[in-house]
């Protein structure tokens, strides 16, 4: 009986999923209001406007495509050269095109008025929804409603409704809605357009739809199916015609419409590509996946979806109390990190699955930026991204082999093979031809690389990832740093490099990139002793493997003992690289009307390479990823010199020098800083979000709450809390994976509570603000700030005397 009415429930519920997309409260959402028929700020929306899961993201365009939108549908790891300099991030073929014919004329700009226009973008749930009234010249008033998503519990899976309402007339109106294959990348000459796909098949039937279309360069082959049909026929006269246009495939109803009624219309879509149906199979793999998606319904799907979001929600959420603006931008960030974490092995581009921009390609940002943000939340999905890494090894070792080197040599830009695809030039249009060096110079990456190797394992404990595939990275890195340093004298050096300011080229011994390769060949000389003590077969036939011999590791540790580092012993300060301090000495005295420096007068980007002014923080990295490797009046010092000379011309920047500023003290600019980084796309700050998402920056907010004004950082095995809140906020909470405990904060201007959950309770060391403590898991601790007291749950006190930890890292 109850099984029974359980069906009976299902099948109403697979005919009327709207309940499941009712929007979440206002702040959940993300409005955008006006239909602007500028091609820059419309195209801003649909960078705004994203959704996605990971494997495939579509843009927030507009379903009938109005003039100046860029619509677009990208799919992880989908590469391709043909007509490029290099491989890029290819548009697929869409599903989402509706247009709306009235008498004859495109409801659409610029041929009918806009009553009113609104998007909606649906944060807790990744639903996108638009509203849009019409008037047509002839006086007539069409009201076009639209809601879709892309499911996260099935990857391939979409789901689109459409609602029409004609206010005041009645008569026709036809309804166009298929699949597109005819699809092309922005060229970089203004109009040019670069075609990747080629047409394989196209089926049609009256409830079915199929395109099919292949990667010039790479085969890959990429299926679109869909079923678009109304929702309630009811009554209604329709004249159904399926047509092809090309590349295109439209299914096309001609409705006769009664005035002020509602007509919907909903859409099932599924993508598929040859990575994961074979080729042979792709047309029947894919239908056979849209007809099961239509027998489960949408409701059931819909529901699934909005599940997972709300446990991703659960765990990821931050909450920010007294200031709403910091607190829709760090979940707006947060949303971006969602629905671009790869649920499948993969990686993360540094415009994410928004655009072509950076030509969709992974580079340092991934590790550096955007990576924690996963490790400290959906350790699973930091797995995948360094599974990228080490899939694309033999690339690397390519790049290696063609720079003359030994090892691995990881490209700052990277697509499928992981072979260096860096762009040649920095422009087609210069008379003379200025090229781009960050390929062969900025190879800092490499250890970049590595340094996200050891973090996830710090974090994680996950032994066999280091053992199955780390170590193998590790070492065949260490290999190609002990080719590439240059013996001098009594120390060793790495010369003409690229740090991260990028301002300065061909430089010698940039401090960022020599301290990151000393711990990097330290770590694996250490790691190979380690597992070298333990007689493990799977390491054993590793070193078989690469011949990898004890004296080869202790080159390693004589390299990192001696490589050059360029510190004042007096002073602490650090030179950025060989001659830095003998460049002319300017700071940033002036700043624009939206707080951005101003170059000094006689300086331009031609010859700023001849000064101190550098592009982002250098120097300062260091500090960030190794917090705990310098003492405060070091970073202090260096933080008060550096901060005045950069120009934070990169997305990277301010994040950087609001984690580290709060890290010394210097809390003067953290909070403008931060908010610079959150709204760095919300309110277009560089001038280009057009182009994609600036993922650096969105990873860093994240970065900039916990590790920043959370303070929280681990050392060894021990938390470390120096939380400070700007005056504002009033609450700040979040919690962390950590091994297999759940770390739980609620920071407030008084005193911070601490709670970790794990399944068993042990003792974990703690240090706040400088004292250490004794905190056991599953219990509830606050901290109080001055005098400094740790109160345990049950009303015990105790003072830093009776809880502190004898064995002080």
Known sequence: MNTQSDDVRDNRFREDP??????????????????????????????????????????????????????????????DGSEADVEELVKCPVWTDVSLWIDGLKVSLPDCKVIRHEQMLDMRKGILHRKSRFRLPNGKIVTFATTKLVFLHKVHWGYMRVKI??????????????????????????????????????????????????????????????????????????????????????????????????????????????????EERMFNGTICGLKSYLRNGAYREIASHIKLWEKSWQQADIVIDGDRSAQQAIRYNMYQLLINGPRQRGSIGAKFLSSEGYLGHVFWDTEIFIFPFYLYNFPDI????????????????????????????????TATTGEDVTPRFASKLERTIRLIY????????????????????????????????????????????????????????????????????????????????????????ILFEYFGRRDIEEFSALCRQLNLQQTEVRQWMDISDRLKFNIDCCSGLIEQFDGYFDLKDYVITRHDRKGGPVLPQGITYRNINKTRLIKQADVLMMFLLFPHAFSDEVKRVNYDFYEKRALHKSSLSHCSHAMVGLAVGNRQHAYRYFMRTALVDLEDLHGNTELGIHGAAVGGTWQTVVRGFGGLTLKSDRIVLKPWLPKRWRRLLFKVHWRDRVIRLEICHDNVSVFIEADVEIPVPCTFWGRCFTISTNKLYTFNYDPILCVKSGGCDETPSHCANSAVD
């Open 438 to 525: 960050t390929g062969a110079e900025e190879d800092h990456i490499v250890s970049d690389v590595i340094y996200a190797v050891e973090q996830y394992f710090r974090v994680t404990g996950d032994e066999d990832f280091l053992l199955d595939y780390a170590l193998e990275m590790v070492f065949q890195t260490a290999r190609f740093w002990a080719s590439r340093v240059v013996a001098s004298g009594e120390v060793f050096e790495i010369k003409t490099v690229i740090g991260p300011d990028e301002f300065h080229e061909h430089v010698d011994n940039n401090v960022y990139t020599n301290f990151l390769v000393k711990w990097h060949l330290r770590l694996a000389a």
């Open 165 to 278: 309402v004609p206010e005041n007339f009645s008569g026709k109106i036809r309804v166009l809605s298929g699949l597109n294959g005819d699809v092309l990348n922005r060229g970089f000459f203004p109009g040019e357009q670069l075609k990747h796909l080629h047409l394989e098949r196209i089926e049609r039937g009256r409830d079915l739809m199929y395109l099919e279309m292949k990667t010039r360069e790479h085969g890959i082959r990429i299926s679109n199916a869909a079923s678009w049909r109304m929702v309630d026929q009811g009554g209604t006269s329709v004249t159904w015609e399926p047509r092809i246009y090309g590349e295109k495939f439209t299914s096309e109803m001609i409705l006769d419409v009664k005035k002020g009624f509602s007509y919907e219309f909903e859409k099932y879509a599924v993508v598929y590509t040859s990575r994961e149906i074979p």
């Open 18 to 79: 709207v309940s499941l997309l009712d929007l979440s409260p206002k702040r959940w959402l993300l409005r955008r209001s006006g239909y602007s028929s500028r091609p820059k700020r419309l195209q801003v929306n649909e960078t705004l406007m994203t959704i996605g899961n990971g494997y495939l993201n579509i843009r927030g365009s507009l379903e009938e495509l109005p003039p100046g939108s860029y619509r677009g549908m990208y799919i992880n790891g989908i590469y």
């Open 382 to 413: 930091a797995k995948n991204m360094l599974m990228y890494r080490y899939e694309t090894l033999p690339g690397a070792i390519t790049n290696a082999e063609r720079a003359g080197y030994k090892g691995a040599k990881y490209g700052w830009e």
